[in-house]
């Protein structure tokens, strides 16, 4: 059937794949410590220009916000985020069970707001009670957002201000990085944010991969002993080579940013397409994502023809749902979707 | 360079890798709500030939332990283990910060034995004062063991009895299952496995897949949420395809026991050449793990032309080292340690 | 210096400070063994007509909201709980620190609504992918609120029903349970607090004892072990006397609802004062806290002959501050304050 | 019934409730800002000879170990610790439900040995794999131990020698620590402990106190936010006055020292009854917990007539039981038990 349920409903991009065929029965060592892994971080950190980039690759995105958020995270401390963050809502509640409390302020369009969070930052400080409560300890935010949204340079740049001013780690949940480097809407390069987060990851899982996100600790700042943190929270692949190949393919020959633009190029198709026919948004997203408001019949009877995931409900006769494109979707695959609407 | 470092140095089994290549462009939904996942369990289900069976799949044997263990016990429980056990030792304190204490008792050639079992729970309700320490929730123990040994029939049989009187649920560590299963030595079967352990998983990692580890709750005894429990730990895989693929393939036409004989064939010929060599054992294991003592300057040696593991300090002048075999140990590899020995 | 600080800055009721002395001297086992427990607990399943009850003491406010919630939910469970809780707020991530998530709600006057419950209930139980997220575990409410306000029997039972039909427990801390009982404007009596709440806790600290609180699972449901978690939280008292000893007092001829008569009349005496002089409150409260606003100007005079507590900023120029009443507060201080506004 | 069962049978020493009682009408600020407090932790650090010393009060021994260690470790350390210490055994937990492990090593009559402690580092770090274990982060200890044995001077400066090579903290339980101070046969004075320890507390609970220990960072190493973290744990006391109050007596006028020597005088002659009438001891202890084996049919008799604790099975036929003195034993207490025996 077809199918815009995910960004993740196939398997590995061919190329990513291949790498895989081909390195097959070449022994390594585990845990990482193999060349490809060696050779993907040294390709990562030339993407992000910057050599000081300290690279881990984790298996999933929800396990990256946890084994990064608990392993820089204080005792006391909570990690700020916009109240539609993933870590705030999605993630089965992985963030406190590390003992940490998500501090959630109002979101603009699914982003954190630099204002929004100096004015919290400013009230905290200002209580003088603010030692019988959770410390802000870092910030999150997610780029592309959960509705496909991006930020400005203008306003990442200010949300950095804000965080160097409070000495707090900025952290870019980068599971869809790839589609908002590729978005014809965006203004941040790689190196842009890598020189504006302290922490971010470049997501693979979404980005053609069979699973895989690369973390990345920009300022030498990876927290001390990580390696044995990613063992202590279930997160070390003993095949770490699963990573490290699929990651070095990824950064070869410009593929990441390959897939990430072929996946735009659908997503502003399809988003034609319903705009064509008259479907009203409920979101304007430059992404692959987008988020279409549909009447519950209409609805209903299109599932039987197409997956996609419902988002959310609109109002009593309408819901919003959502459309993903991704390396794997094809012309004819939208032209299927123009005939069935 | 020859390597015998461990049973997780190559990629997967080409019918496993065949199996990821062949679905690879079909378009499946998430989570493991796929039909290989599906197919998957059902295959496993048979072979254990307990319908009962609640099967999951996750991605590596330390998450599997916390997952397992963190979700099944109370939080006034801790799980008893020999003072061996993966558990206690090698997993950076995964168990501990899920909130439970791993209690050790003294191992007899890496397995817990009932007697020592049986003791410790007696005494431990004997004593008034229980209710301030952590009481027993589960028992683990690994089988093939940390050191490659194997519990008989009637050894699991008497651990199974101890722990079905006091209600505790015994999880057996299967990391090297299938090894165990193909061992020469055993008189254990899978099924005989199932019936007598409440909680097992059967490894897939070691075993010639990518990544792997299916979990199987003998008796309709997952615990409540366990999905949601697995999210929260970071394990889900958002292309659970990825994990349900591999085992179909493993547990298609006898392929997962096919790569456990092959493994356990190269290891006895391995420990004939060691044997014959008249190198010293450090345990007698039955398994694809052999533990052989080298005289330190012989090491450094060999280190030069063939990989294998650390184990620990034997004396001053001894070392502990592992050899392992795999599904890609070939019989040109055990020549060739041969004549490197 | 005259002082309205807080409901804790003086140390115990006479009575209660005179059952310590009396008993000094008695040696009786510890860890709450002791008969003065014993009698205690009788006399407060007496006192809410609830023979079914379990009653634990323990030594202070959040220690037990961390203890009940952290026992009672569970791995996948959060509390629910208005945006206002104290526990959602002002205990430093003790909820948090035990793993579980408070799932925030608005609040109406500082008080978690029966329809706003039932909404959230419901949208979760709607949401496909309800199992990504933290389930609701249990309901938490305070009575008095955080700012003073009560429920009413209707709103009380309307809540009450919506947890019963969800199964969800609902768990009242009443920190200052004695002054919303002892409320001009209450129409709730103990006995019906046990009936329609599942937990509760009587607050002992903020209404004239040294420290202590009872908590009291109304329907045989305390969790399993809950001594042992109660240690494990390192919230069991050696001498456990010090708490039962001072709750037999509290508990003895009326005492308890002495103490809370004695700060309410206080309470409406200074609100009367306040009123009088034309100050306007944030809120209106029944209880024995009082919300005053004051400019800033005026505030800091104030400040130099009584003591208060800064509560929130109300705009620019004015603040939200507290005063409160207890056992210990004298129609002189009321007098006194007379004359200093 | 003539008491021995422990050391915190009684309420408080006469002077400790006097100053509850002189003291209780005065309004003063909560948790802990208030001048007994402060005059407390001012009188501590002079009898400790350490004005680099930051001091704290906590309610309870347990909860003591747990606020330290689980605010001082990082998130990949466990506490190092003899296999006899309470918080190895005798906490339900609580160290591991702040997701910390404790590493235990064999003890020498409940104490741990500054060689086994060295011997186990080496090797841990000797160890390629360590990355993938829990790391040491600090060593407990406990003066008198659960034993009632002393550490010597010369056998805690070489403990404090290794600690300071490794860089871990030295944190002693000093739950007893003032019957080791007094005892007949230590050469350890209060400043000496100061100086090679990193952390340690002065237990009041069993020292004439209601409840109340007082934990000393002796170099300035608070954690950071360690207030919150007190917090957090559900150990801040509203009415911080109560150990203000406490242990401004203890520490006035040499309390509780005097008090330390009072129950060694007491245990002393307690040792010479039993020696007398020909006991066996389990251990020789210096302190004011006396181990005695008793025949099981002798042991109930005397339940009768006397209490005292159950320790720990002898043989088939003997138990070893424990009678402890405190600042309550009398003289007349002693020719009561002598009749007795």
């Not at 005792?75 to 959630?104: Q, S």
């Not at 160097?164 to 014809?184: F, I, N, Q, T, V």
């Not at 190949?245 to 990824?250: K, M, T």
Request: aromatic share 12%; hydrophobic share 40%.
């Amino acid at each position: 059937m077809l199918s815009f349920e995910s960004d993740y409903i196939t398997g590995a991009h061919p190329k990513v794949l291949g790498a895989l065929i081909d390195t097959n029965y070449e022994p390594l060592s585990g845990y990482g410590n193999d060349k490809y892994s060696t050779r993907a971080k040294e390709k990562i950190k030339a993407a992000c220009q910057c050599p000081d980039a300290e690279v881990f690759f984790l298996a999933g995105g929800t396990q990256t916000n946890r084994v990064v958020i608990g392993s820089v995270l204080r005792d006391y401390e909570g990690v700020v985020a916009a109240n539609t963050g993933h870590v705030a809502l999605h993630e089965a509640g992985a963030i406190e069970a590390t003992g940490h409390k998500v501090l959630t302020l109002p979101h603009k369009d699914g982003k954190l707001e630099a204002g929004t969070l100096q004015a919290y930052l400013e009230a905290f400080y200002a209580d003088d009670t603010c030692n019988h409560m959770v410390f802000p300890g870092m910030v999150y935010i997610s780029h592309p957002t959960e509705y496909g949204t991006l930020y400005s340079k203008e306003e990442l740049t200010a949300l950095s201000s804000v965080c160097r001013a409070y000495k707090l780690p900025l952290y870019m949940d980068g599971a869809r990085l790839g589609y908002g480097l590729c978005s014809y809407e965006t203004d941040l390069t790689l190196p842009e944010i890598a020189d504006l987060c302290d922490i971010f990851y470049i997501g693979g899982t979404k980005m053609g991969a069979l699973c895989g996100e690369a973390i990345v600790f920009t300022k030498k700042n990876a927290p001390l002993h990580f390696f044995t943190m990613i063992k202590q929270h279930g997160a070390l692949t003993a095949k770490g080579r699963l990573l490290g190949v699929q990651f070095d393919a990824l950064f070869s020959d410009g593929l990441y940013f390959e897939i990430g633009k072929h996946a735009i190029d659908m997503a502003e198709k399809l988003k034609a397409i319903f705009a064509q026919k008259g479907y009203p948004f409920f979101m304007q997203s430059p992404t692959n994502q987008q988020f279409v408001i549909l009447e519950n019949a209409k609805m209903e009877a299109l599932k039987r023809q197409v997956t996609f995931s419902f988002w959310e409900p609109y109002d009593k006769d309408h819901t919003v749902v959502r459309f993903a494109t991704a390396w794997s979707t094809t012309e004819d695959d939208l032209e299927a979707l123009k005939r069935i609407l």
